[in-house]
């Protein structure tokens, strides 16, 4: 597990306009993707570059909830490590 807070990683997914999936946050931030949900508290916008897997959109958001950009993006990081790198890289996908 990591000592990354899921804060840094919503400020790093939002700036850099990536996606992640739940999986690949709680990979980080240690638990289960189900909990990353939870953990994320309100849906907002800033919140909703976190999405399903299968889905690729957050779970259960509204249209007024989704940054109008999520919707653009097709990459994305799918695992702890790719996301570790990403950010430690800084790339944007």
Do not use: C
């Amino acid at each position: 597990m990591s000592e990354i807070k899921l804060e840094t990683i919503i400020n790093f997914l939002f700036n850099s306009q990536t996606k992640a999936t739940y999986g690949a946050v709680a990979d980080v931030i240690g638990g289960v993707a189900q909990g990353v949900g939870e953990s994320l508290g309100e849906k907002t916008p800033r919140n909703s570059w976190v999405v399903n897997s299968a889905t690729e959109m957050p779970t259960d958001y509204t249209a007024e909830q989704i940054d109008p950009a999520v919707h653009a993006i097709n990459r994305i990081v799918r695992s702890g490590e790719e996301l570790l790198d990403a950010m430690q890289s800084r790339e944007h996908f």
